[in-house]
């Protein structure tokens, strides 16, 4: 796929579109066109937020009747927009609580985007176009937007818009719920690992919460009229509404049953420690929507339809894969024919990844989708997404087609289906991750201080060997903040040695002094780099071609461009980017830490998790053809340290935990089945995904790119599974043969 036909596809929609107000003499349809060409050229929060404020004011809810007053008539000037209201609301929690989570992505941007992939898939797929009308007129509901009498896609519009760009209007509920766990396990957990606490939201008055305003009793009246069936339903009570509305588009549904557990799901979610932000988001549209059009003596047909039909999308966005397709319901994979509305909000949900902005802790360290193409048509949907940095998470694609073919009926809107494919286009992915998720040992204040100060004396040694002057020799009269930048220098040692398994040890450990290798020097001196440019940054300096330290300006906060993983005439093309010379300085940083550490009677060597590692790849070795540890590829290497980094998270799950031998506690010596089994499928499970994340197939031979053990477990020969679990039931006498040892927590 080349090309992003995005921008195609809403030209079209709006090509197909026409609104009944224009018919009026005015020129919505234009200002909304307008609105969201703008957020497509350039993404940000403020051109988010006039797609919203267009739609909301076109389709506003007021004391007149809009399309009546005439253009240049001045109408009410001045009627507050509660939907609006709701959507600033969404945005100042997102913007103001996202470093207090751990896992939360943008929504406020992202519901804008699922909008306009909506009105794309709408625009290209004629088989969604007629399920979407076919639903429409086969309810009772007549009164549905008309363009000389015949059915008008402004219907889709309207209902469309509301579904999208509400469907998470509930999720400060959740991000409160979130923040509150962290709080919670960040603090228990800086106490012991073995905690994990679950928490909720409980709702002392959800029915409080659950309940429209009553302002005219005989609200649902006309909807009783047509279905006596509902006389049992609370038509101000939200969850009631769309129990109802469930059991009328999936009549195998017992409603009574539906209607439980919806009044239930609080305390459903409680018990399970999940918030689902869509149930919340539903109910708030139904309470506003409900509110406004009895306020305003607005037609309640157009409530119980058009509303009701967007809420319970907003509904089912989560609560049909996550509650409808299992116990006690089991409903079958969503046809668009059920509910249009909530088919087309799964599926663009789960696609609009592109430029979604990681707010959460954990979330901004992973990488993310950059750019995407896109291809739709009648028969098939397409996606490309494209990281320009890092890599997505593991087996990214394919879990998101599983989920999307697991939920939906897709082929009877995509006779071909759909295809996700990820192109990652920044070459060095392992560093990346390594640098991520490397976990750095603290090294004590004392020894940060003395090799700050062997960092100062170096550079001033060095520099006057070059014949120049140092104005301040003695590292008690520097400047706070070149005191800081040399702790920063000293504080990374451990950190970069970590990256590479290894750590700083007395100068009399029984372990052999380690020699970094060409390569890792290299990786080394690059993240030197990358950590000053963000030092310098943190102090308020900027890029410029001419150093000037009195207005913070320096010429080397540019990227180190590796030629290792780049074309070159290619990398020439980059600019500006740091210099060779620049880069030899780096490099003989890193190639003179070792003399550094000698300097406090410290040294280089393997540290005891690197050393298991090694370990179990020679156990590996014992049983099948297996080259040396040290003769692998660097992203091999690399992908058998994070096989280490998960076994002990596995060992943590069961209760146990690795320590060195000289701890006192007990040395766990067996493993029963059940645990060995529980093990040795978390490490295929992990080795498995790191595969597929970088790019790996599964092929009848070892080669290159392809391995035939590359299956969920399950499917692996009992021969490699046997093999697995082997290394697991030997994994104490693989930890004692390194110096460590396996404890209960």
Not at 328 to 341: I, Y
Not at 490 to 501: Q, Y
């Amino acid at each position: 796929m080349e090309e992003n036909y995005l921008n195609q596809y809403i030209d079209d929609f709006f090509g197909m579109v026409e609104l009944y107000d224009d018919q009026k003499g005015h020129c919505y349809k234009d200002l909304l066109q307008a609105t969201v060409k703008a957020f497509l050229d350039n993404e940000n929060e403020n051109n988010a937020y006039e797609v919203y404020e267009t739609f909301f004011m076109i389709y506003q809810i007021t004391s007149e009747d809009k399309s009546e007053t005439e253009p240049g008539e001045i109408g009410v000037i001045d009627e507050p927009n509660t939907l609006l209201d709701l959507v600033k609301i969404m945005r100042e929690y997102e913007e103001r609580t996202g470093p207090l989570i751990e896992k939360q992505r943008d929504h406020f941007i992202h519901s804008v985007n699922v909008f306009i992939l909506g009105l794309a898939i709408y625009s290209q797929n004629k088989h969604y176009r007629d399920a979407f009308r076919h639903y429409v007129k086969k309810s009772p509901y007549k009164k549905y937007y008309r363009i000389n009498d015949e059915f008008s896609h402004e219907e889709f519009l309207y209902r469309w818009g509301i579904a999208a760009l509400f469907h998470d209007i509930g999720y400060p509920v959740e991000i409160i719920g979130k923040q509150m766990k962290k709080f919670i396990n960040d603090g228990i957990k800086s106490i012991s690992n073995s905690y994990d606490v679950e928490t909720a939201i409980d709702f002392k008055d959800f029915n409080e919460f659950n309940l429209i305003r009553r302002l005219n009793p005989t609200f649902g009246d006309t909807y009783w009229k047509e279905y006596p069936e509902a006389k049992f339903v609370d038509l101000f009570k939200p969850t009631d509404i769309m129990a109802f509305k469930l059991s009328l588009d999936f009549p195998e549904l017992n409603v009574t049953q539906v209607q439980k557990h919806l009044n239930n799901f609080v305390n459903i979610m409680g018990d399970g420690g999940f918030i689902d932000h869509g149930f919340f988001s539903s109910i708030l549209v139904l309470n506003s929507y409900g509110y406004l059009i009895q306020k305003y003596s607005k037609s309640q047909e157009f409530f119980f339809y058009p509303i009701v039909d967007s809420a319970s999308a907003i509904l089912l966005h989560n609560y049909y894969g996550n509650v409808l397709r299992k116990d006690p319901f089991k409903l079958g994979n969503l046809h668009p024919l059920r509910n249009p509305l909530a088919f087309l909000l799964i599926l663009c949900d789960e696609l609009q990844e592109w430029n979604r902005q990681p707010l959460g802790v954990k979330d901004k360290e992973k990488s993310r989708v950059n750019e995407f193409n896109i291809k739709i048509n009648d028969d098939l949907i397409g996606v490309e997404y494209i990281v320009n940095s890092g890599a997505l998470g593991l087996g990214f694609s394919q879990n998101k087609e599983k989920f999307l073919d697991d939920v939906l009926s897709l082929r009877s809107v995509f006779r071909w289906g759909l295809s996700i494919l990820t192109d990652v286009r920044h070459k060095n992915i392992i560093r990346e991750m390594e640098r991520r998720e490397v976990s750095t040992p603290t090294v004590l204040l004392r020894n940060v201080e003395q090799l700050a100060r062997i960092v100062h004396e170096d550079y001033v040694k060095k520099q006057e060997e070059k014949g120049k002057t140092v104005e301040i020799k003695e590292f008690d009269r520097l400047s706070p903040e070149l005191k800081m930048s040399n702790v920063r220098q000293a504080k990374s040692i451990s950190t970069k040695l970590a990256l590479i398994g290894c750590e700083m040890a007395p100068i009399d450990d029984v372990r052999k002094e380690y020699e970094l290798s060409h390569d890792e020097k290299i990786d080394l001196a690059i993240y030197e780099h990358e950590d000053w440019c963000e030092e310098k940054w943190a102090n308020g300096w900027v890029y410029g071609p001419d150093r000037d330290d009195e207005n913070k300006i320096h010429p080397d906060l540019v990227e180190w461009v590796d030629y290792r993983y780049i074309d070159e005439e290619e990398a020439k093309k980059i600019e500006p980017q740091l210099s060779y010379e620049e880069k030899v300085k780096d490099i003989n940083a890193i190639e003179n830490i070792p003399l550094l550490l000698k300097e406090i009677d410290m040294k280089i060597v393997m540290s005891k998790l690197r050393l298991l590692t090694l370990e179990k790849h020679r156990f590996y070795g014992e049983n099948e053809e297996t080259i040396a540890f040290d003769d692998l590829p660097y992203y091999v290497k690399f992908i058998n340290f994070k096989q280490t980094d998960v076994l002990i998270k596995s060992l943590s799950e069961l209760g146990y935990n690795i320590v060195s031998c000289d701890d006192p506690s007990d040395a766990v010596k067996v493993f029963n089945e059940d645990q060995i089994l529980y093990l040795a499928k978390r490490d295929h499970a992990e080795w498995y995904n790191n595969k597929m994340n970088l790019g790996w197939e599964w092929g009848p031979e070892k080669t290159d790119k392809t391995n035939p053990n590359l299956v969920e477990w399950d499917n692996l020969t009992d021969e490699v599974k046997i093999l697995d679990m082997k290394t697991f039931e030997y994994l104490p006498k693989l930890c004692d043969n390194v110096g460590l040892k396996i404890v209960k927590n």
